[in-house]
């Protein structure tokens, strides 16, 4: 049950060309740093990445594009990454934007089973184009599929030996849903606990959705726009 393995490379092993993805996290925050980088020191292309944004220029998940392993991004904000908007203009990647709440909404269909689901978001737009649209209680909806994944990562605040998940704060964001949307689930963990040290009622996964634990390293938790407030 100790699902802990000694490095990131151990924990990437059978990730591979082609593979969809999910990243937790909001924007840079609590993004699983350490595994983003052994994504892109393993080398693997042609990626599908579903997370609501695509990281900075330069950070977060922004390395991956920058170094061309993304075939397409399934996202929601894609506004503070110029490589993203140079590749999505020039045809180089595929992209689908896809409403936030909506976006989540996806993840969770996918994680609980559910083979779709009727939203009124996005009805009348690009984002309703070529999909059931159905009129309910007098309003037009637009039916939305679900999201799955062939390996989610994501960073975990702290965790015990057998993968169950504490988030802190923002990082806590699209993580627990992506963490039981996918077949393969990888974590790196700021804090790795002996079995029965968490509250269960604390725990927002739990270690069955858990495939892998790598303790993370070095975290930089980057920030996209620092802004200081003058001092009274």
Known sequence: MNKVVESVEAALAD???????????FGLC????????????????GLTIISNNCGTT???????????QVKKMISSYVGENKEFERQFLSGELEVELTPQGTLAERIRAGAFG???FFTPTGVGTKVAEGKETRTIDGREYVLESPLKADFTIVRAWKC?????LVFR??????????????RCTIVEAEQIVKVGELDPDEIHVPSIFVKRIVQGRNHQKWIEQRTVRPRG
């Open 160 to 164: 015990d030996e057998w993968g169950n």
């Open 169 to 182: 704060k923002s990082t806590r964001n699209f993580s627990p849903l992506m963490a039981m949307a996918a």
């Open 30 to 45: 609590g993004n699983p740093e350490n595994l983003i980088d052994g994504l892109h020191r393993k080398g693997v292309k």
């Open 114 to 116: 559910i083979g779709g």
């Open 58 to 68: 330069d950070k977060g998940l922004g390395i991956l594009l920058q170094a061309r």
């Open 15 to 25: 990730v591979h060309d082609g593979a969809t993805i999910m990243s937790g996290g």
